[in-house]
């Protein structure tokens, strides 16, 4: 069984981003979307991670619908299966690192796992207000916070954005390992090719549709 599914995914704003995507993700799956900035790569991923609802098509979860008549059923896949990690990373600045990766692992009864703070390379600063970290480490801190909630699908827009190669590599790696472990899925939003090549699939969205690159 996909734990996601989109079937004939359509959205436009004043132009049309995309029209009648279909795809899917397996269990221990990842895929990466390319293109170009402006081709509508966050608008889908947002469509799929039920922060957009699309103009046309379905989105489904462990095939129940998300964007059906239940929006309640909706905000607890969103709260309880789905990790977002933004590229604004939307952490609580008054917070020090460890308070916000707590705020969302006692969302869902979790705890944080402090060997991934060690694999992600946070485990030193973790006491440091948001305000004193570097983007590099903010990013780090914002994935920590995704996958503290132990989510089944993870949704990266541009996850490695404010990091350098090598620690770029860490991080998927740290992702990569999660998947497999977990039974999860990765669904990201990448320019970087490197990164992308690294997942199951890669699609570039283009001329409105999705591409197997």
Do not use: W
Not at 88 to 94: A, D, P, T
Request: aromatic share 8%; proline share 2%.
């Amino acid at each position: 069984m996909a734990l996601l599914r989109a079937l004939g995914l359509s959205h436009a704003f004043d132009y049309p981003l995309f029209e009648s995507l279909s795809f899917s993700l397996e269990p221990r799956e990842t895929m990466a979307i390319v293109g170009v900035s402006g081709c509508g790569k966050s608008t889908l991923l947002h469509c799929c991670s039920t922060l957009l609802k699309p103009n046309r098509g379905e989105v489904y979860f462990k095939d129940a619908l998300l964007y059906g008549k239940d929006y309640n059923h909706t905000l607890h896949v969103r709260r309880n299966d789905f990790g977002i990690i933004f590229q604004s990373h939307y952490l609580f600045k008054g917070f020090d690192a460890r308070e916000n990766v707590e705020l969302a692992a006692l969302l869902v009864n979790s705890h944080i796992d402090e060997e991934m703070l060690k694999s992600l390379g946070i485990a030193s600063i973790m006491h440091q207000k948001i305000g004193q970290l570097s983007g590099g480490q903010q990013q780090r801190v914002s994935i920590a916070r995704v996958l503290a909630k132990k989510p089944k699908v993870i949704f990266a827009d541009e996850p490695t954005g404010n990091l350098d190669s090598a620690t770029a590599n860490e991080v998927m790696d740290v992702l990569f390992e999660y998947v497999r472990s977990q039974n999860a899925a990765l669904m990201l939003v990448t320019h970087d090719n490197a990164i992308a090549s690294k997942c199951d699939k890669v699609f570039a969205l283009r001329d409105l549709g999705l591409q197997r690159v």
